[in-house]
């Protein structure tokens, strides 16, 4: 009797938690908590100019967005832009609103082969002089952005070869521009590290974290669709940052030659109980739906005590605060799908609305999207998948 | 012998038209391209304020916001401003950048009982008087809204009863902010129109959107995912009006008690190939691809003939245009998605960025919800599924 096979079992906790140590050793961003960030800090003093733009696409933009568009209320004068879109009239339309000639220029690509950013940056050179006073790159050591940053005396810093661009946010692709908006990075890091102390201490992070990944794994071909529901507009950068985390991280084929089928979306309450949560309540049960909630807003505007005539009916929320309201609402919504009893959710609640709580976020979620990866057998940090169109535009555009 | 059943039959096609034309009879929104639009162009000639701010949620802000997004490059200098969500962060950001003496608030409610519109109208007039010069209201004739609109001896415009949310940006809900923001409403309704005609004529519009509607329906549940990929930063507000209209529209129990199962999910291109196309290209074949492209951007932005030392290696992308680079990349990811051979995809081309084509655009897209709904058989225009979180609210907030 002979006996082959091609499939794998899904290991023991206590094998993946090895394989995550293992990992460590070869995959940058488990340890960018301890990152120095002394050089970032003094130049980001010296910045004088009051419009920052980012150019840089995918995991070059997205973990600084995500952060910038929660915190952007604690943030000094200056004002962040994002050029990454090759759509002309989005181009246009952004670059109208930047004082270009007191502008500061973020290049940021690994290798500065991305095409997008490269015709951005061509296109940005055609309309102002960039030199070593108002740009700056973030790139690998060795790279093509990095000669070009070389040949013109610019400042650089670097993205270790070891961080891949969706998992870069605490390098200085995001602490560098966020440091400069005034946003405390030493903080954001210090969130990650309780959370990365937590999890390899086997503490009450690796608990919850290894329970979810295992969860989603194990019921994955019933619940295909891993649903994040935010509940303060501010969380909308993020939910972007998640999808694009969990769907580049995880959309692969394993070991086995099996396609995986996590597939993330991102919504925020309360906008979206007018909209995706009709589907959550009475359609398939394909999804699993993860809330995140802000304990305390630290904000104490009030609905006023006033009666408008022929609206009486709503005077029961006279003299709620909103942040009480929206979380309400999202109490609501989950007790509702809670008293469903056959779909699966969990609720993350995070403190404030603060540089520490949204790194703690993140990080969490880098560490599960890793876990899910490690679980299912893939690689979790490379996207083949993308290469095909990109060799196929290179021919059309090669042909022109 | 005795025999009982509880399934359905997939109706054929014509079972299918008959349908919806005995539907028509019923709901309002397949008559709304034939509506006399005098009342609301002669108001909006009246309007002399600059913000205007339009307080509303869900169906009444996302159609408004989608055709804003994609066309505000054709606006006069009046400025849109959205008030919806119950975050408090969110909601004071959005109005500090209105000059509130100075705005025309556009009050819209079905019932006037919305909670968050209830809540931002109240804290809105707490701060500044609102009356018959700087308000209006959109709502149903015999509404709470109305009465307090009339009470105020404001102007008010009137929501059909049987026209609901999700499918009312053609009628006064969309139509009046997007007239007072400059916009030719004649032109958004004649693109319905030729939709309309195409389709009840059995035309070329019918046999596409039949085919498509089909399509889904006969494989839900093997792609229970229904992806828009719009090759456009313009759509993103689309994208997220069809989130809206086929999620709540089709996120259903249908007659024999089956949940059904299309979900939606709106990406941007070029931007996301960087994040979300990882997945379509080696994740499970669970989705269906909907590419949304625009023939011509009408705009001739260059990527300049600059060699920049050191990455001399992407002059290949001189001299190309913006708008055809954007489209290479749309073709480019088709041609490798169209190579694999097992994901099913269609290609939506809008030829410009006008009124027309973008109301082409989304009464294809109403048309195609109703038909997939009447296929699966299901009330497409209502949303039992969000009364049990507003119930338990009312609860949570009277025991307050």
């Not at 102002?128 to 740009?135: E, R, Y």
Request: proline fraction near 3%; glycine fraction near 6%.
């Amino acid at each position: 009797m002979q006996y082959k096979k091609n499939f794998y079992q899904i290991k023991s906790n206590d094998e993946i938690f090895e394989r995550i140590i293992k990992e460590k050793e070869t995959i940058g961003y488990y340890n960018l908590p301890f990152s120095d960030t002394t050089e970032i800090k003094e130049y980001a003093k010296t910045v004088k100019q009051k419009d920052i733009v980012v150019i840089g696409i995918g995991g070059n933009s997205l973990g600084t967005f995500a952060i910038h568009d929660f915190l952007m209320h604690k943030e000094n004068s200056k004002k962040l832009h994002f050029l990454e879109s090759t759509d002309p009239i989005d181009i246009q339309r952004r670059v109208k609103k930047i004082d270009l000639d007191h502008a500061l220029f973020i290049i940021i690509s690994k290798s500065g082969t991305t095409i997008e950013t490269i015709s951005i940056l061509k296109y940005i050179s055609s309309l102002v002089t960039l030199d070593s006073q108002n740009t700056v790159c973030v790139t690998e050591n060795d790279s093509k952005l990095n000669a070009y940053a070389q040949a013109n005396s610019m400042k650089t810093f670097e993205i270790p070869k070891d961080v891949g661009g969706r998992f870069s946010v605490f390098s200085p692709v995001g602490l560098l521009p966020l440091a400069i908006l005034g946003l405390d990075i030493d903080k954001l890091l210090n969130g990650c590290k309780l959370v990365h102390d937590s999890f390899f201490a086997q503490g009450e992070h690796y608990s919850n974290i290894m329970e979810k990944a295992r969860f989603i794994v194990e019921n994955k071909n019933r619940y295909n669709i891993n649903v994040v529901f935010s509940y303060s507009s501010l969380l909308e950068g993020f939910n972007k940052w998640y999808v694009q985390l969990w769907g580049e991280s995880l959309g692969k084929i394993n070991k086995n030659g099996t396609k995986q089928s996590f597939t993330p979306i991102g919504i925020t309450g309360p906008v979206d109980q007018h909209s995706f949560l009709q589907l959550i309540m009475e359609g398939k049960r394909d999804k699993t739906v993860t809330f995140v909630k802000i304990a305390d807003f630290k904000d104490e505007l009030t609905i006023p005590d006033i009666t408008i005539p022929a609206l009486e009916e709503l005077d029961y929320v006279n003299n709620i605060k909103f942040k009480d309201l929206i979380n309400m609402q999202a109490d609501s919504t989950i007790e509702a799908i809670h008293n469903l009893k056959d779909i699966p959710y969990d609720v993350i609640t995070i403190q404030h609305q603060d540089e520490e709580n949204i790194a703690k976020l993140m990080f969490t979620y880098e560490l599960i999207t890793s876990i899910v990866g490690s679980f299912v057998q893939i690689n979790t940090y490379d996207q083949p998948g993308v290469e095909a169109g990109k060799i196929i535009l290179k021919k059309k555009l090669a042909s022109k």
